[in-house]
């Protein structure tokens, strides 16, 4: 970055976030003054405008929200590389994994206790994180390794191994047309109310009416039992969590993938045993492949 200072970066993307001064100088416990002169300083060094601002309005031009973006993520790999060089110094450093909650496809105690067999094993956190930031977990340096679900999560930067391969349950409320089915497909749920995933792109779902905005399990299952809404998730996150619902297998939904994941760039034998131990542990547990079932 010849043309840029981490500091200065740092500033611009939390003026950016917060299109206003004084909030971003609050964030950045600066004074807004020398807030205001490190972007002018920015703008003059790059040549162009970055903010359109007024006493009452700040907004981005194009080569602001162009920064923003690409700030964003040379800010996460500065992070990451300084993270991730302590942590390759360090021979006694323990592997972070974020999963979801429940989002484990009931493999995560066998594959812990495959990789403490291991001679070079290590102590293993757990973080738990949403419906869409465990990659970022990873890429930012939080975590080493995480469990995410393929089409779901965006795997820019990442390399993976595949750990189970599941179909697709369909989750409806009491009473809805289907539930009398034993099975589905696509076509059925063609037309209904269906969640909006926040953080999430396509889910292999038909297309059918916008329903209410979700960000976890928990969410839409409430939405269902509140008859706004049907879903269609993978089969080991479908697990009844309400008995009044009703949980059908969708026979030719497009199946869901649980991967382990890495970052393409860490070459640790730290990661590289948690990988082996991992798909070590789902092939002894067979659930590769596995057909969605009635629940």
Do not use: C
């Not at 939390?14 to 003054?33: D, K, S, V």
């Not at 965006?154 to 989750?171: F, K, N, P, Q, S």
């Not at 131990?277 to 002894?284: D, F, S, T």
């Amino acid at each position: 970055m010849a043309d840029l200072e981490t500091r200065e970066l740092e500033y611009f993307v939390a003026l950016a976030e917060e299109l206003h001064f004084g909030h971003a100088a609050a964030r950045l416990t600066i004074a807004q003054p020398a807030l205001s002169k490190t972007v002018q300083r920015l703008e003059s060094r790059l040549g162009v405008k970055l903010l359109e601002r007024s006493s009452r309005h700040v907004a981005l031009t194009p080569a602001g929200e162009a920064l923003l973006h690409h700030g964003r993520h040379a800010l996460n790999a500065v992070g990451a590389a300084a993270e991730k060089a302590r942590r390759a110094g360090d021979r006694q450093a323990q592997l972070r994994l974020v999963i979801k909650p429940g989002g484990d496809a009931d493999l995560l105690s066998g594959i812990l206790a495959a990789y403490a067999q291991r001679p070079d094993a290590r102590q293993v956190d757990i973080l738990f994180g949403g419906a869409t930031d465990r990659a970022d977990h990873i890429l930012d340096g939080r975590a080493d390794v995480g469990l995410l679900y393929l089409p779901f999560d965006d795997m820019t930067g990442l390399d993976h191994e595949t750990l189970a391969v599941e179909g697709r349950v369909a989750i409806l409320p009491p009473g809805h047309r289907l539930a009398s089915r034993t099975a589905l497909s696509l076509a059925d749920l063609a037309g209904e109310t269906l969640p909006r995933w926040r953080g999430v792109g396509w889910t292999g779902a038909p297309k059918g009416v916008e329903g209410p905005e979700v960000s976890d399990i928990t969410e839409v299952m409430q939405m269902i039992r509140l008859g706004r809404t049907v879903a269609m998730l993978p089969r080991s996150l479908a697990r009844p969590r309400f008995p009044d619902l009703v949980y059908r297998p969708v026979t030719d939904a497009p199946t869901s993938r649980l991967v382990l994941a890495w970052s393409q760039t860490d070459r640790r034998t730290l990661v590289a045993s948690f990988v082996a131990a991992a798909v070590e542990a789902a092939g002894a547990a067979g659930v590769a492949g596995a057909a969605p079932t009635a629940t």
